[in-house]
Nanobody
């Protein structure tokens, strides 16, 4: 079992930056893939980025490439999502998620979820 607590959202203007954090507790020694998803009102939850807990390999959605950076601090059991040059279309609730094994971009394949943090980008 892994417990996830995500934080760091807020209200920003277009072009600003935010850093989201996901603190993990529980059985964090397993080979997890840690991911960020987001869900805008009326839309399905979509993949943003993922990182392997041990090797640090990363994966990004096209919408995140070049603007977002995922990283992890193993000592703090925390995963970060640095979001730069934010756009109004980035507005959503952002969720941290975890699963064992391989990268997947499908939300239903992740077993553990944070409570979500709201990101609102004004134009």
């Amino acid at each position: 079992q892994v417990q996830l607590v995500d934080s760091g959202g807020g209200l920003v203007q277009a072009g600003d930056s935010l850093r989201l954090s996901c603190a993990a507790s529980g059985r964090t020694s397993r080979p997890y893939v840690m991911a960020w998803f987001r869900q805008a009102p009326g839309k399905e939850r979509e993949f943003v980025s993922a990182i392997t807990w041990t090797e640090g390999n990363t994966k990004y959605a096209d919408s995140a490439k070049g603007r977002f950076t995922i990283s992890r601090d193993n000592a703090k059991n925390t995963v970060y999502l640095q979001m730069n040059r934010l756009k109004p279309e980035d507005t959503a609730v952002y969720y941290c998620a975890a699963r064992e094994g391989f990268f997947y971009t499908t939300a239903t394949l992740y077993n553990y979820w944070g409570q979500g943090t709201q990101v609102t980008v004004s134009s």
